[in-house]
Structures are given as structure tokens and as C-alpha cells.
């Protein structure tokens, strides 16, 4: 794809001040010392400098993960995802006329925006948790009435992306971080078309545990975010570093003191193209309307630590409220163990993942399996 875009607008009244504000957090973020490539130690496990970086600012970029080969594959997914999309919210078809993704599915899947809208901010919507709403910059006249931003389940629309979710150092990563039975969370793909792309509005991702006796860090697990084209300050997800830490934050008073939706602490995910961000789903973040000429498509998947999700009830926000037992997670856990073999399958060469959970189980990706997870986001394990 051409990723840069004649389709380009600014920021109206707030131009200057969101130009100086990508400068200075770009700045801010490559003090924090909390990127580079994948690396383990000696016995094998991923390096401690790299947990102890994650765990202070609640996000790392790892450098490099996704190589070119696998990046086109991602890319030719992408760009025949976003052909079959609806032509219109609700169209059963797309532009051509053919079935529509997504149209056949239970799974609340799609979710459209106003060109550079919030649709989330300032509203009741998800738990009310995206308190403040971002300033929605004029889109041109001949963009579309709405987008896709979000696609949800989104492993049933691309098998790169399922080879992807099973890359062994990113599982790595998750063993790591969230133990050796690590459990599933959710897989998304957010779409920030140049000119087009809505904003997220500033949040934390959890609705469970934040008032648990045994509450922490990590309570709420965290998703991986890889990036196709690269994310730039202008087009990436921004954090407040360190806010995972700290329990509920009230984004309306940091907003109120700051007299501005620019958090003066925040500081942008700046990633090149295959780059992986892990992000802590407890941090505050949020991405602002993407009015420079850059897509961003990331590919988000997220993990948690088990005790966080067996016997908890969860759901609500992604699908409906259940209790979460052994049997729910080892279903949803399915996915894992196909992508596993799908990367198998294509990456010969390469040591595959073992997944503490399934060892001892077979699983095999083919035309049964790809079937088998239509709609599976019915079980996102929604915490
Ligand atoms: O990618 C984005 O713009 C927002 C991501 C996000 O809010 C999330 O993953 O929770």
C-alpha cells in the first residue's frame, strides 16, 4: 500500500500546539530507555533489563520482531480485509457487491467513526471509561460519512496474523510476563487511515480487578502492538508512563490541570514497521485523530495472567458477562495452539512455541481449524 495519502489534514485551530506536542513527547520518549530488539540471557529467559523497563513505564518497544517476508503477507491480508469491508455500516455487501466481512458473524466485530471523530470519549460508552472527549478535527469534504477504525476476532480475517500471534518471542514475552500458563485475552486490529483514522480517547483498559484486595501491576494483563506501517507521534498510541502503577486514574482531573487534552506526561509509542509494542492495558492511553499523511494499522493481541481471569466474572464490554472457568479459557486457549501450528507450518525452520497449557495436545491448523474460529471472540476473555 502507498502509505503515505493525499488524504492529509491538520489539526484546524490546534495545528501549531499538536505539531510541538509530537515533538516534545517524542523527545520525553526516547529518554525513557525502554526499546530495542527481543533479548534473553543466558538460560533462555527474556532479559531481566527488559522486564524491569516494561514494569517501570508500562510499555516497551521491541525492535525488529516481524521481518519483511512476513510483513508483505500481513499487508496482503490487510489490503484484502479492508476491500471486503461493508460499504456502509450495516451493508450485508461490500463496494464490489460480494458478501461483506464480518456480515455472517454473532460477534460484535466492526466498529465504525466519524472521518477523525471520538466515539468513545466524553460518553457512557465502555463502561464510561474514556472520561474526556479529544478535540475531532474537520475531515475533507469527500471522505466517507464513517470508517472502520477497530476490528475485533480479527485472527478469523488474516492467517498471517494468526501465524503472527504465535511468534515464539512474543510468547515468550507473555510467559514472561504473565507466567508459563499465560491465558488469552483479545485480538484487534485498529486502522488509522491518514485524514480518516479516529481518536481514542484517553482510558485504562480493565474493568475487574481495580478494587481487588491483591490488585497490582499487571492485574489486567497487557496487549501486544504490532505495527505494519511503523506509528509515528501523529498517528500512534500515546501513554502516561508509569500510570499502570497507580491505580484508577481520573483522566478528567489530569485533563482539567493540564487545561488540555495533550497530557504534558504522556509520551507516543514510536515504532518502525514491524516493531512490536507491549503495552500495560493498565496504563493510561489513547490515540489522537489522525490527520498526518501515514496509515497506521496495528495488530493488537493481548495476554493475561490466569489467576487474573479463572473463576473471575468477566465480559460486558467484548461479549457477554460469564464466570470464567477452566473449560472457558482452554477453549478460547484453542487459538494459541493453532496459530502455534500455522507458524509451524510456515516457518519450518524455526523452534516453535511450547505452550505450557497444551503440552501434550495436538493441534493442527487447517481448513477445520480456520472454521472453527468463526465468531470465537464470543469467548474473549473480557476482564
Ligand atoms: O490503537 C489505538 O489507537 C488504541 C489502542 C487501545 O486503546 C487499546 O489497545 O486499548
Redesign the pocket.
Known amino acids: 500500500m502507498q502509505t503515505e495519502s493525499q488524504w492529509s489534514a491538520d489539526y484546524g485551530p490546534e495545528e501549531a500546539a499538536m505539531r510541538a506536542y509530537c515533538e516534545a513527547g517524542a523527545k520525553r520518549a526516547a529518554d525513557l530507555g525502554n526499546r530495542g530488539p527481543i533479548r534473553f540471557d543466558a538460560g533462555g529467559r527474556v532479559h531481566q533489563d527488559i522486564l524491569d523497563a516494561y514494569w517501570r513505564c508500562g510499555f516497551y518497544v521491541f525492535e525488529g520482531v516481524i521481518g519483511a517476508d512476513e510483513l508483505a503477507e500481513i499487508e496482503a491480508d490487510v489490503l484484502d480485509i479492508l476491500e471486503r469491508l461493508p460499504a456502509h455500516r450495516g451493508s450485508p455487501v461490500d463496494r464490489r457487491g460480494r458478501p461483506a466481512l464480518g456480515a455472517d458473524l454473532e460477534a460484535n466485530t466492526l466498529f465504525w467513526a466519524r472521518p477523525l471523530g471520538d466515539p468513545f470519549g466524553g460518553t457512557e460508552l465502555a463502561g464510561g471509561r474514556h472520561p474526556v472527549k479529544m478535540f475531532e478535527p474537520k475531515a475533507a469534504q469527500d471522505a466517507p460519512d464513517e470508517v472502520v477504525y477497530l476490528i475485533l476476532g480479527s485472527l478469523q480475517f488474516s492467517d498471517a496474523a494468526v501465524r503472527a500471534y504465535a511468534h515464539p518471542h512474543l510468547l515468550a514475552v507473555a510467559a514472561a510476563v504473565n507466567g508459563d500458563d499465560f491465558a488469552p485475552f483479545n485480538e484487534?486490529i485498529?486502522i488509522?487511515e491518514p485524514g480518516r483514522g479516529a481518536?481514542?480517547a484517553w482510558?485504562q483498559?480493565g474493568i475487574t480487578h481495580w478494587d481487588s484486595p491483591d490488585w497490582d501491576e499487571g492485574s489486567h494483563g497487557f496487549?501486544f502492538?504490532a505495527q505494519l506501517y511503523g506509528c509515528t507521534a501523529a498517528n500512534?498510541?500515546w501513554v502516561v508512563p508509569g500510570s499502570h502503577k497507580t491505580g484508577r486514574v481520573d483522566i478528567r482531573a489530569l485533563v482539567a490541570a493540564a487545561g488540555t487534552e495533550r497530557l504534558p506526561d504522556a509520551v507516543p509509542i514510536l515504532c518502525a514497521p514491524g516493531d512490536v509494542a507491549i503495552?500495560n492495558?493498565q496504563v493510561v492511553?489513547?490515540?489522537f485523530a489522525n490527520t498526518s499523511p501515514d496509515w497506521?494499522v496495528?495488530f493488537?493481541f493481548g495476554f493475561h495472567r490466569r489467576k487474573s481471569v479463572l473463576g473471575v466474572k468477566g465480559g460486558g464490554l467484548h461479549n457477554a458477562p460469564a464466570v470464567y472457568d477452566d473449560a472457558r479459557i482452554r477453549s478460547r486457549a484453542r487459538a494459541i495452539g493453532y496459530a502455534i501450528d500455522a507458524r509451524r507450518q510456515r516457518f519450518p525452520h524455526e523452534t516453535p512455541f511450547a505452550y505450557r497449557p497444551q503440552l501434550g495436545e495436538t493441534y493442527r491448523w487447517d481448513a477445520a481449524a480456520r472454521a472453527a474460529l468463526k465468531d470465537y471472540n464470543l469467548l474473549d476473555l473480557s476482564i
Open positions: 484487534a485498529f488509522k481518536s481514542v482510558h483498559d496487549n502492538m500512534g498510541v503495552t492495558r492511553h489513547g490515540s497506521r496495528t493488537n
